[in-house]
């Protein structure tokens, strides 16, 4: 989603702002084994961008034994620290709460046809 030249758009003017962008960018990483992105697949539990602009990521994953355990988080951190303006990023993958379909958006729940 960067831009070069004259297309490079400038920052975002808010952390709000920000955080609405780290959130669209999210929404570009897809769990390898299923075909939802992980914002829609409720994988992203938290984003908070503070006033420095630094993010804090706050993901879980579809299961402790998940093959991306190591790439999805780097995949997160690499995608956020990419947009600009960003500060500092930090990704820190929590098991509480459990993820559960429950999490699921009700988009990814048509998608993958649990509705």
């Not at 070069?4 to 962008?21: H, V």
């Amino acid at each position: 989603m960067s831009a070069t030249g004259a297309e490079k758009q400038a920052a975002p003017a808010s952390p709000e702002a920000l955080r609405d962008e780290v959130v669209e960018q999210l929404k570009t990483v897809f769990d390898p084994e299923i075909p939802v992105n992980i914002y829609e697949l409720g994988l992203i539990y938290n984003v908070e961008v503070n006033e420095a602009r630094d993010v804090r990521v706050e993901m879980t994953l579809t299961s402790p034994n998940c093959p991306a355990a190591q790439s999805m988080p780097a995949e997160v951190e690499y995608k956020t620290r990419s947009l600009d303006g960003v500060g500092e990023v930090t990704v820190e993958v929590v098991w509480d709460p459990p993820w559960s379909t429950e999490h699921m958006s009700e988009a990814a729940r048509l998608e993958l046809g649990m509705m």
